[in-house]
């Protein structure tokens, strides 16, 4: 059975901060795929980010970059400088590759960005 | 533009009144489902459909039927709405591995 955790509730940070998103799955698939996907107050889900398990390349987008540790089943997202618009609920997502998978959400963490 | 659009946006009923929330994708997206958010919960998934006339149960399907008589639509019937269904829901169709969210529907069954 698949998991993810997202052992952060609610974070609140100053505007300009650095904040990182934790993300920890489990999965007996030896290859699969992460997401991170946004939500914002004003309720849709905007996706972020897909990784390959194969891939343990960090990614750079901007502010944003994301961590993947396969050795800690761990795909952490930090935001640099962090602003008001980044206000939102992200969600961490896993799927197995191949054949019908079902892709498996974790239950968000809430970022606070105060300004 | 490519998008996922989901009607209504905002939907108040009672109990036992059958209702349907609407699904389009312009994208040509053979995979389709529906998903309920609720606090503290993440996303469950409620039916995928693979393809035309091709659709499966998620983890949470009690209560809810869905269709897929064409490619560019999947919707969501309620039959007999319960106030355990008021919850707020996502229709995604999927390319390569990466799915795309409708605008979600807010649903409050009184």
């Known amino acids: 059975a698949q998991k993810v955790t997202q052992a952060q509730t609610e974070i609140s940070v100053v505007e300009k901060e650095d904040v990182t998103l934790d993300c920890v799955y489990e999965t007996r698939d030896t290859t699969y795929y992460l997401f991170w996907y946004k939500q914002p107050p004003s309720g849709e889900l905007v996706f972020l980010i897909r990784r390959n398990s194969f891939d343990e390349q960090n990614e750079i987008s901007g502010r944003y970059s994301w961590n993947f540790q396969k050795s800690t089943s761990s795909f952490n997202f930090t935001i640099t400088a962090s602003q008001v618009v980044d206000s939102a609920v992200y969600f961490c997502a896993l799927k197995g590759i191949g054949g019908y998978q079902k892709v498996t959400f974790g239950t968000g963490t809430k970022l606070q960005v105060i300004p | 533009e490519a998008q996922v659009t989901q009607n209504p946006r905002y939907l108040i009923t009672v109990t036992g009144k059958k209702l349907t929330v609407t699904c389009s994708q312009n994208?040509?997206?053979?995979?389709m489902s529906w998903y309920r958010q609720d606090p503290g919960l993440g996303l469950r998934q409620i039916y995928y459909?693979?393809?035309?006339?091709?659709?499966d149960k998620g983890d949470v399907p009690e209560g809810y039927k869905v269709s897929r008589k064409e490619k560019r639509n999947f919707p969501l019937i309620l039959e007999s709405p319960s106030p355990n269904q008021t919850s707020l829901y996502f229709c995604?169709?999927?390319?390569?591995?990466?799915?795309?969210f409708g605008p979600g529907t807010r649903l409050l069954v009184l």
């Open positions: 994208m040509n997206h053979e995979y």
């Open positions: 459909s693979m393809n035309v006339e091709v659709t």
């Open positions: 995604a169709s999927k390319l390569q591995e990466t799915q795309y």
